[in-house]
Nanobody, 113 residues
Framework: VHLVESGGGLVQAGGSLRLSCAAS????????MGWYRQAPGKQRELVAT???????TYTDSVKGRFTISRDNAKNTVYLQMDSLKPEDTAVYYC????????WGQGTQVTVSS
């Protein structure tokens, strides 16, 4: 499984970004996919997941602002991020969650105040 993220960048507080993660290899739509983030000096944290249904989960700090979605035909998962805050600044990683978890290389998101 190979994951490639895109869509990160620099945005002002209150702005929006849309991250994309293209997956290739032995992908099964029944497996969950998710977005994690890691800020400098902090541990990697789960941001959102999407599984069959689709069923979605979000960490409390992004509820109502971020939306995860998935296009199984394109093997792509998205993270729409609205009303961004400086504390959302981090490297964002895509994950394919199966018997083992596969990670993308990460994309930097920087939110200026």
């Amino acid at each position: 499984v190979h994951l490639v993220e895109s869509g990160g960048g620099l945005v002002q507080a209150g702005g929006s970004l849309r991250l994309s993660c293209a997956a290739s290899g032995s992908i099964f739509s029944a497996n969950a996919m998710g977005w994690y983030r890691q800020a400098p000096g902090k541990q990697r944290e789960l941001v959102a997941t999407i599984s069959t249904g689709p069923r979605t989960t979000y960490t409390d700090s992004v509820k109502g602002r971020f939306t995860i979605s998935r296009d199984n035909a394109k093997n792509t998962v998205y993270l729409q991020m609205d009303s961004l805050k400086p504390e959302d600044t981090a490297v964002y990683y895509c994950a394919y969650i199966g018997p083992r978890t596969y990670w993308g290389q990460g994309t930097q998101v920087t939110v200026s105040s």
